[in-house]
């Protein structure tokens, strides 16, 4: 009988302890229910004696407390160690790479054991053919014995070689792939090379390449310079550190943007940059450094502070960011709290400046530090430094800590936080006025931005009006909103979206339908690309570029909903929401009619491609009709045939065969 739980177990199969059934009993009861802890107890209960007993069982669940699962690696790639002096029955102890700091080892190697795996070990499996850990166990004896994992890394040995004679060093991107190139061996082309090379480097640090270590091409690889036991540290130093250089000498400082990444190898300003850094993802590189060091002081101060109860999961918490890494950045300038830099090295300095230049610290949204040479008062480090936008900012709590720690200072410069009411009255306010006034409206599309010229009011310049009155509308500057609501209503503004819809009926779209009308004729049909002119007087000025006949076909379409009193309105001007209906009743039907009555009281003949002349009998709203077009689509069932009393009309005017019959 196999037992789930000791898939994965491997065992002496010589030993009596397999036997025994209290040992059995116990395992079982252990790997599903209580733990490693109180199995702990129970063993020494019921084998007071064995000492190995004891120790062994109490590192089985390490693979679990680390918070890995039974088929994980850490699970996977425990070893067997039989501990002939300690163990009577040779029972078994798991030495898992990744326990060996746990306090059962300690324990152990108090009994005498040794601290590390001993060399004699067995692999002996109690899985079943084809499970997953046999056939694990079964790769892994393959790995030594010249099968696939060995031609595998010869192919890898062979791609490192080639990559270092092309580019003289081995980072070899993440997504590098071979090119099916000259170049190349044959064999390599498509090799996924940046993907071999970073789970290489993983089964190395992860301890599982050790059987392999004394091989061929590891040899070969350690000959070329290849950094077998230094990876990061390479890494480090021949892409990230010259990728950090080249930044600062470009943009100085180090404030890279998390999006950022080293220009590519067909990119025009890849060739300021080190080969080695081409495509490199600097911003998240530096982000991830930066969240490294923050969780190490964190997990410090934890510790200092005995706080053990607040922990990271394993999913989340990040390694230590090696002290020599650290060093190196710090010399070279490394930022590594954003804010605090840019706080403490733009925000502050620009809005001192911007007091004693101007007596205030009440600093317009779009205003920008100018040149050096254009206004010798500012430093040149502050230079297009967006001083405006960073006051926004500071309003709006995105830099919380460092305006509390700096409370004081913004007192003495006279900074404000609490400004609701004067951006609206100066900035907010005039802003929506002059747009009423521009565009005869006051529906704001959402990107809107207030342009940083005249005749814009100036305290209003940069602001983003669009998202202003979105913010609006979901309830923001609500006391200054309801103090100014008649003022608001009087510039036209739109609340929400079925008050858009009322207001572009009735200022628009009837308007300008009336206009059309007028224009083209009550029988004139609005073209769905139809968009009123920009800047022909006959038009309605709130009518101009809107696009009628778009709107048209998406409220045919059920695309705009219109409420029914709206609907009434549109009715009484004779708008027609079946566009079918209405071009069968005024053009198809009295066209057929009158070819019908020109040709013998029959459409059978003709053509496809006639086209209505501008005469009688033909109706004026029929001129230029495409109507050999319309009797093609009819003959093939496109359009006008579901009705029964229209394909009697048609079937009459010889347009459709008679049932039973051909066309005549």
């Known amino acids: 009988m196999m037992y789930p739980p000791l898939a994965n177990v491997q ?383 500071v309003r709006s709590g995105k830099y919380a800590t460092q305006a509390r720690d700096c409370e004081q200072q913004l007192q003495e410069l006279g900074f404000s936080f609490r400004m609701s009411e004067k951006a609206w009255s100066e900035s907010i306010f005039p802003a929506l006025k002059f747009f009423a006034a521009e565009f005869g409206h006051c529906d704001v599309q959402q990107d809107f931005v207030v342009p940083s010229e005249a005749p814009w009011p100036k305290d209003s310049w940069g602001l983003k009006l669009g998202d202003t009155v979105k913010n609006i509308r979901r309830g923001a500057y609500d006391t200054q909103t309801r103090a100014s609501r008649k003022d608001l209503d009087a510039l036209g503004f739109v609340w929400n979206a079925r008050h858009r819809v009322e207001k572009t009926v009735r200022h628009v779209v009837l308007p300008a339908l009336t206009t059309y009308r007028r224009l083209h004729g009550t029988q004139g049909f609005v073209p769905t690309d139809f968009v009123v002119p920009e800047n022909d007087a006959n038009w309605p000025a709130l009518a101009r570029c809107f696009k009628l006949g778009q709107w048209i076909s998406r409220v045919r379409s059920g695309q705009v909903v219109i409420p029914a009193k709206l609907r009434a309105e549109l009715d009484e001007m004779g708008f027609v929401w079946r566009f079918h209906d209405q071009r069968w009743t005024d053009v198809l039907l009295p066209a057929f009619r009158a070819y019908a009555e020109l040709h013998g009281g029959t459409c059978a003949s003709m053509s496809t491609k006639f086209q209505v002349p501008p005469e009688a009998p033909y109706p004026v709203a029929a001129y230029g009709a495409n109507l050999g077009g319309a009797l093609w689509h009819i003959r093939n069932g496109d359009s006008y045939v579901s009705n029964e009393d229209k394909q009697r009309e048609l079937r009459a005017l010889g347009v459709l065969p008679e049932e039973g019959g051909g066309l005549v």
Request: hydrophobic share 40%; net charge positive.
């Open 11 to 393: 065992w002496d199969p010589v030993g009596a302890a397999f036997r025994d059934w209290r040992l059995l009993l116990l395992t079982t009861f252990q790997n599903w229910v209580v733990g490693p802890a109180t199995m702990f107890l129970l063993a020494a209960a019921f084998f007071p004696n064995d000492a190995g007993f004891m120790a062994g069982f109490s590192l089985v669940d390490c693979g679990p407390a680390l918070g890995a699962g039974p088929h994980s690696d850490a699970v996977d790639g425990i070893e067997l160690v039989v501990v002939e002096e300690l163990a009577s029955h040779y029972l078994t102890a798991f030495y898992p790479p990744l326990c060996r700091s746990a306090p059962q080892l300690q324990a152990l190697a108090a009994l005498g054991a040794p601290s590390q795996p001993s060399e004699r070990w067995y692999r002996t499996s109690i899985s079943e053919p084809g499970s997953r850990g046999a056939g694990k166990r079964e790769r892994r004896s393959a790995s030594g014995s010249g099968g696939k994992p060995s031609k595998a890394l010869a192919q890898l040995a062979l791609a490192l070689r080639t990559f270092h004679r092309h580019e003289r060093h081995f980072a070899v991107p993440f997504s590098f792939v071979v090119p099916a190139s000259a170049a190349w061996p044959d064999e390599l082309h498509g090799m996924p090379l940046g993907v071999k090379v970073h789970r290489f480097m993983q089964s190395l640090d992860k301890g599982r390449a050790g059987a392999v270590e004394k091989s061929k091409q590891l040899k070969e690889l350690q000959s070329m310079g290849f950094p077998l036991h230094s990876w990061r540290d390479y890494q480090f130093e021949e892409v990230c550190l010259p990728a950090l250089r080249t930044y600062i000498a470009q943009h100085g400082d180090l404030f890279v943007p998390q999006k950022f990444a080293v220009p590519e190898q067909d990119d025009e300003a890849a060739a300021q940059w080190p080969r080695a850094t081409w495509g490199y993802k600097l911003g998240l590189v530096v982000a991830k450094m930066r969240k490294q060091v923050q969780q190490e002081q964190q997990r410090k101060q934890q510790w200092k502070d005995k706080k053990n109860s607040v922990s990271y999961s394993s999913s989340a918490a990040l390694p230590p960011l090696p002290e020599n890494h650290v060093a190196a950045l710090d010399k070279l300038g490394f930022v590594w709290h954003v804010r605090d830099a840019k706080w403490y090295q733009f925000f502050l300095p620009g809005l001192r400046c911007y007091r004693e230049l101007h007596g205030h610290a009440d600093v317009p949204l779009a205003f920008e530090v100018p040149s050096h040479s254009d206004d010798p008062r500012w430093p040149q480090a502050l230079e297009g430094y967006l001083l405006g936008r960073h006051v926004y900012m």
